[in-house]
Every structure is written in structure tokens, then in C-alpha cells.
């Protein structure tokens, strides 16, 4: 109960930050922070990005971490060139997934 | 002369209905595997599947629930819950300061609705929208088109972590999702990273959060979103002339 508790109010937090520029021209962000907030973005989505990818288990090592560079870096080219978030993931996926079956055949990866 | 026919208005307004479910379904598609994945991911905390998929249609905001969620799992309490997830969320407030300008005749009543669905994706789907040379069309095209692609997103979103939660630990281990989730946020945020500051924004902030990714309650993720907020700003300070947006 506790739990769903936190979601809802996870929710309710949520919502504040979606709404609370959008239902009045009177609440505006700081003038300071305004210059900053495009920040926001790219700061909260890397560190989420980053160790998912240079630390798939958890930690940084040869036979996890270049596999997925690898796809990263196939994604990132598939994206500049397609502008599809389909075509990135997908290519980098099978990019992976090709590159973790040849390391498990090998007996590298378990 | 006779008063100007209703219907190209309807029409129009039709086909941005039709547009809007036409992209939110195509920007759904992408979402599968990571949406399948962070239903795994949940259904492998000690959290009642229930409360993994509620959180869908509640927070609607992938990175947010995970955070929550594996928080949850590991013991921390309501109030870390919250303020990490209103600290994941934050990057909403640029949306909806951003997209404010855009929405001119929208009533109160719309944007209270529309707020609930402003989530990444229709950020992206809306904003491209405006952005277009002939714009967004009408209110009621804007309208149609808004509702009809956040409405699909969250349907489908809802939907397909729930399948996640429930049936992601049937998915064969040879086919493995874990990089689904970093690597769908790899390609959000590569079109944020438009000067050096974002750059270095993005780049401290997921070295950061590695480093600190063995620290207690998933605060790395929060420590790393900070440090990159402020090599960024350092960067940003640096590089750019000191002033700011005149529609400020």
C-alpha cells in the first residue's frame, strides 16, 4: 500500500513539473535558471544512458562493455541517417545480439 | 455570398486526429523493447507487479518508474521515491516552458488535461509539430493532433509494460533486452546535444552516475544528473555570452 502510495504521489510530482509552466504566463522559470534549463535534458538522460551502456551487468569489462559501445555507436549512425528511433534501436540490437551469441559460441560470455 | 463551409475546418481537424494516432503509434513501435524491458526490470524487484504496472499510466515516464521502482525495491522510503523522481522529471519543466509559447488558445481546462500527457515523446512529436513551416494548423487541429498521439503513447505505453512486468521473465535469456533501455535513451538524448555544454552535460553526467552506480537507494543516477547539470552550466557560462532568452 506504501508502495502505490509513492507511485501516486511519484505522479502527482510529475505532473508539477509538466504543468506548472504551461497553465499560467504568471509562473516562469528564474531568468537566471532559464538559461540552464535545456541542460536538464541531456544531463538527466546521460546518466542514465552511460552505465546502462559502458556497464551492461554492472560493471565495465571487456566482453560486455565493447559489445555494446558497439551497438551505441551502430545506433547513433543509424540514427543520424535514418532520423528513426526504430531503425537505431532495432540495428543496434541485432548489432549486440549478433556480437553476444559469437562471445557465448566462443565460451567468452556466459 | 454564404457563410464559409464548416467542413474543410472539420476535415482538417480530422486529419490531424489521423496524423496524431498515425505517430504516436510509429513512436510506440520504438518502444517495445524498451518498454518490455523496464517491465522486466520491475517484475525482478521485490515490488508487487500491481504497483509496476500501475506506475505506467501514473507517472507515464519510463526512466522515472524504473528509478522508482528499483528505489523501491531497495528499501528507500516515500520521500526519496518522490524527490527522485521530480529530479528524473525536472527535464518536463523545459518541456512545458518551451511548448507554453505554442499553446496561445488553449483554454486552462486544455493545458490541465494536456500537462498529464507531456511526456517525452509527445514533447517530440508536439514540438516538431509547431516547428513545422506551415505549423500546427488550428486550435482544434492542435488539439486533435496533441491528444490523439499523447493518447496512443499512453494507451500503448501503458500496455505494453504491463506485458513487461507480467510476461518479460518468459522472454528466452538468448534474447536479451537489457541495453534496449540505454540505448533508447542514448537516441533521446542525441538530438538535445546541440553545443558543447549539452555535450558535456550529458557525457559528465552518465560518467558521473557510473561511478557512483554502486552507491545505496539508485542515487547515482540523481548524483551524475547534478554533476552534469553543472559541468554543463560551467561550460554553458564559459561559452556563451551572458544573456538571456528576450521572451523570458
Known amino acids: 500500500m506504501l508502495d502505490l502510495l509513492a507511485v501516486v504521489l511519484g505522479g502527482v510530482a510529475t505532473y508539477v513539473t509538466r504543468v506548472l509552466f504551461l497553465v499560467t504566463k504568471k509562473v516562469r522559470p528564474p531568468r537566471r535558471s532559464l538559461r540552464y534549463l535545456p541542460l536538464v535534458g541531456p544531463a538527466v538522460l546521460g546518466a542514465i544512458a552511460v552505465p546502462g551502456i559502458l556497464a551492461p551487468r554492472g560493471e565495465v569489462s571487456l566482453v560486455e562493455t565493447l559489445p555494446a559501445v558497439a551497438a551505441a555507436m551502430l545506433s547513433w549512425l543509424l540514427f543520424r541517417w535514418s532520423k528513426q528511433l526504430v531503425i537505431a534501436l532495432v540495428g543496434g540490437l541485432i548489432l549486440w545480439w549478433a556480437i553476444v551469441f559469437v562471445l557465448s559460441v566462443m565460451g567468452l560470455r556466459t | 455570398m454564404s457563410a464559409p463551409d464548416p467542413s474543410p475546418d472539420r476535415e482538417r481537424t480530422r486529419a490531424a486526429i489521423r496524423a496524431g494516432v498515425r505517430d504516436g503509434l510509429l513512436l510506440e513501435l520504438g518502444y517495445i523493447p524498451f518498454d518490455l524491458a523496464a ?64 499553446l496561445e488558445g488553449w483554454s486552462r481546462k486544455q493545458r490541465l488535461i494536456g500537462a498529464f500527457f507531456l511526456s517525452d515523446p509527445t514533447y517530440a512529436l508536439m514540438i516538431s509539430r509547431f ?28 500496455l505494453l509494460l504491463a506485458v513487461g512486468v507480467l510476461f518479460g521473465g518468459l522472454i528466452p535469456p538468448w534474447v536479451p533486452l537489457e541495453l534496449a533501455i540505454p540505448l533508447t535513451f542514448l537516441l533521446l538524448v542525441l538530438p538535445l546535444l546541440k553545443d558543447q555544454a549539452g555535450v558535456v552535460a550529458a557525457a559528465v553526467g552518465g560518467l558521473a552516475a557510473l561511478a557512483a552506480q554502486s552507491l545505496p537507494f539508485g542515487s547515482g543516477l540523481i548524483i551524475g544528473a547534478i554533476a552534469g547539470l553543472v559541468a554543463g552550466g560551467i561550460v554553458l557560462a564559459r561559452t556563451t555570452p551572458r544573456e538571456v532568452a528576450s521572451d523570458a
Open chain 2, 39 to 102: 517491465g522486466a526490470v520491475m517484475a525482478q524487484t521485490v515490488v508487487d507487479p500491481g504497483v509496476s504496472i500501475a506506475s505506467g499510466p501514473i507517472i507515464f515516464a519510463g526512466a522515472a518508474q524504473l528509478v522508482a521502482i528499483q528505489l523501491l525495491g531497495s528499501g528507500a522510503g516515500i520521500p526519496l521515491v518522490v524527490l527522485a523522481v521530480f529530479i528524473v522529471n525536472s527535464r518536463h519543466l523545459l518541456y512545458s516552458a518551451s511548448l507554453e509559447p505554442h
Open chain 2, 131 to 158: 516547428e513545422r513551416p506551415e505549423g500546427a494548423g488550428s486550435k482544434r487541429e492542435q488539439l486533435g493532433y496533441y491528444f490523439a498521439s499523447s493518447i496512443v503513447l499512453w494507451v500503448g505505453w501503458s
